[in-house]
């Protein structure tokens, strides 16, 4: 019956993809899922208590009496704040004596805690009122420990679909077509990935690319495309969901993932389990579940080309280092098994408390 475990209070952006499907795996799990968010979304199949509207990171420390007076009216069990820097702070002011979980997402540890000395203590603050923190790659549980909390460390990532996001007939694929998942935002360096995808077009003329994510560098990326004379070649599709997403994987090759910063992207993971040849930015995160080869340093376009254009060149080997993320894949990333992880971490905790 819904809501036997108790309630869990999700802390957390509800328009993100990340914490819309977590609350839905433990609404699957018998839990009453409530989320307290500065970002609603319209449907999420789960109550929602939205927070005055966030514009820039000092307004989180003016949320807290909103956020107390949630709190106070959930009455929840259990609090789970995502991204330490802004919930997690919020998760703990808020807390008291409710059990407090936290989970890092990558830039809140690995970057916003080196812009000033106040952020990296109050990021070292934040961390150490939580209960149970985790993180989705080995680096980013090195971050936090760093801070020296008491609560217990898990590496927990985020997990795939496998029923949703899985390979089809290599042969049945349109050519050599490539695809990014990765937001339109400088961090990705989409720019990158249309600058090698022109040295790409020069020998491969009918090579396609995909853009998936959406995000603030839209104009830009088009108006660069179009000075690459890339115009006809890539294809902007913007937000997609799983479905739409899953239909794009199905025709390519290849996905790619260069970001400057990044802990374990979940966006990796589905073409990995789509059986796509991948190439990302050589990161400690990415070094988890790829080979040598798969890697490119974080800002070298040429590096970026040749892979790609290595790739293009040999069918059977991309064919190859697909079907071998796919089966990885199955041993590793199914989604249900993590959840299923912070599922007991949950009745471990408030057995505990």
């Not at 807290?64 to 929840?76: E, F, I, Q, S």
């Not at 600058?195 to 830009?220: I, S």
């Not at 798969?294 to 069918?315: G, Q, T």
């Amino acid at each position: 019956m819904k809501g036997q475990k108790g309630h869990l209070c999700l802390l957390g952006d509800a328009d993100h993809v990340h914490v819309r499907r977590w609350a839905q795996e433990m609404l699957a799990r018998g839990w009453r899922v409530s989320v307290l968010t500065a970002r609603p979304m319209a449907q999420t199949g789960v109550e929602q208590i939205v927070l005055p509207a966030v514009h820039r990171s000092t307004d989180w420390l003016w949320r807290v009496g909103a956020a107390r007076a949630a709190v106070r009216t959930l009455r929840p069990d259990l609090l789970h704040a995502h991204y330490i820097t802004s919930y997690g702070y919020l998760g703990a002011r808020v807390a008291g004596r409710i059990p407090l979980v936290m989970t890092a997402w990558g830039s809140d540890l690995l970057v916003t805690p080196f812009e000033s000395r106040l952020k990296h203590w109050l990021t070292g603050w934040t961390l150490r009122r939580a209960q149970l923190i985790t993180g989705d790659s080995a680096d980013l549980v090195a971050a936090a420990r760093a801070y020296g909390p008491a609560a217990a460390l898990h590496e927990v990532h985020w997990g795939v679909d496998l029923n949703r996001f899985k390979p089809v007939n290599w042969a049945d694929k349109p050519g050599f077509e490539a695809v990014s998942l990765r937001s339109w935002s400088a961090n990705y360096r989409v720019d990158q990935i249309l600058r090698a995808f022109a040295q790409v077009r020069r020998t491969h003329p009918q090579a396609r690319l995909h853009l998936l994510g959406g995000g603030p560098d839209e104009a830009a990326l088009k108006v660069l495309a179009t000075e690459l004379g890339l115009q006809q070649a890539v294809q902007f599709h913007g937000r997609l969901d799983d479905a739409g997403m899953a239909a794009v994987l199905a025709r390519c090759k290849l996905s790619i993932s260069v970001p400057a910063s990044d802990a374990t992207s979940v966006s990796l993971l589905e073409g990995m389990a789509c059986g796509l040849a991948v190439i990302a930015s050589d990161l400690p995160a990415n070094r988890q579940w790829l080979p040598p080869e798969a890697l490119v340093p974080v800002d070298d376009v040429e590096a970026l080309a040749r892979r790609w254009l290595a790739l293009a060149d040999d069918d059977a080997l991309a064919h190859s280092q697909g079907a071998a993320h796919a089966q990885r894949m199955q041993t590793e990333g199914a989604r249900a098994v993590q959840m299923d992880r912070v599922d007991a971490l949950y009745q471990e905790l408030l057995a505990s408390s």
